[in-house]
């Protein structure tokens, strides 16, 4: 085995061999994902406890899932851990932090950012080809796994405790993103009457649909398996199909510094409700086809909110690079939803 370190109980539970080659793979910042080459290959990864701290429910609802799109949609690939020599899942090491190992889906690969039309609706359409599969399943069985994730009502009110403890320092820092968060307070409003009337649909969504969370096949560029399903679970489309918007409608990433350089490309936000709605519409009330342009709005909001909070109570949550990293986040979420904003 090289440099990389796995604990012995997890190397011998999942029966890897001191010879096999384990190298670190993914963009991902949550857990540490490795390929482990040792005859076959396979991925390797060590659960984040401190982020997912219910990592039996993750096993579980994925269980739930697998179980029913066995038996409803055989030739449907979803992507299911594979159990240790006692038939377990998830393995434990020594320091508390579950492990597990999944198959290596060969001839597929992720990317970072969306580069044409043609890919945003294969991302859409994959995401979307994954709830509606689980349409019918009993949604009462699953648990969240991250409570009120997507929550925009408790997201605001995270936000304004925050500021109300934040340092006078942090808040001069922050005084023209506070400003624009709390002129998107209607938002929240526009969030709490959409689920109070009951226009959705409660159903099992991914909730974290970025585009590397597709793998895509080499040779078609064709949606080929979502990956990443630790917030499988309970949820609304809107959260699916804003997090798609949010991630996907602009050439630069929430990370970008110059917020000249974010825009809203009309190609990519049509191709990316054409994908979602290719497979979902025929499941779709009126009323959720008409909440469909607030979910990019909702979503990119959420995550303005929750960087922007996460930076005056001193950058507890998001890794960070640089001081102000959280608050450049916050700048580029809400100049992101400025733009949506002004599409509708």
């Not at 060590?46 to 949609?73: C, G, M, Q, S, W």
Request: hydrophobic fraction near 40%; include cysteine; charged fraction near 20%.
């Amino acid at each position: 085995m090289n440099s990389v370190v796995i604990p012995a109980l997890v190397t011998n539970s999942f029966s890897i061999s001191e010879k096999a080659t384990v190298s670190p793979i993914g963009s991902g910042h949550i857990h540490q994902t490795f390929l482990v080459e040792d005859g076959q290959k396979f991925v390797l990864q060590r659960i984040n406890k401190n982020v997912f701290t219910k990592p039996e429910v993750i096993a579980r609802n994925n269980r739930l899932a697998a179980d029913y799109l066995a038996n409803h949609h055989p030739h449907y690939l979803f992507l299911t851990a594979l159990r240790d020599k006692q038939g377990h899942e998830l393995v434990y090491a020594e320091d508390g932090f579950p492990w597990r190992v999944y198959p290596l889906i060969e001839n597929t690969l992720t990317v970072d950012f969306v580069t044409s039309a043609e890919q945003a609706f294969e991302a859409a359409k994959g995401f979307g080809l994954l709830t509606r599969n689980l349409h019918g399943i009993d949604s009462s069985k699953f648990e969240p796994t991250l409570d009120r994730f997507h929550d925009l009502h408790w997201r605001y009110e995270q936000f304004e405790m925050e500021l109300a403890h934040a340092r006078p320092s942090v808040i001069s820092q922050a005084q023209e993103e506070i400003k624009l968060a709390k002129q998107f307070q209607p938002l929240v409003q526009e969030y709490n009457k959409l689920i109070r009337s009951g226009a959705l649909t409660l159903r099992i969504t991914h909730n974290d649909t970025k585009i590397n969370n597709i793998l895509f096949d080499k040779l078609t560029g064709k949606a080929a398996c979502v990956i990443d399903l630790d917030t499988l679970m309970p949820g609304y489309f809107i959260y699916d199909l804003g997090d798609l918007v949010r991630t996907c409608v602009s050439p630069v990433s929430e990370e970008e510094q110059d917020i000249t350089r974010i825009a809203f490309r009309k190609e990519i936000y049509n191709a990316l409700l054409e994908g979602y709605l290719s497979q979902m519409k025929d499941n779709m009330s009126d009323g959720e086809l008409a909440a469909a342009p607030f979910a990019g709005k909702m979503m990119t909001y959420i995550m303005a909110l929750r960087f922007l909070a996460d930076f005056l109570r001193g950058n507890t949550y998001y890794t960070i690079y640089y001081p102000e990293q959280n608050l450049v986040r916050a700048r580029n979420q809400l100049q992101l939803l400025k733009l949506l904003n002004e599409q509708s």
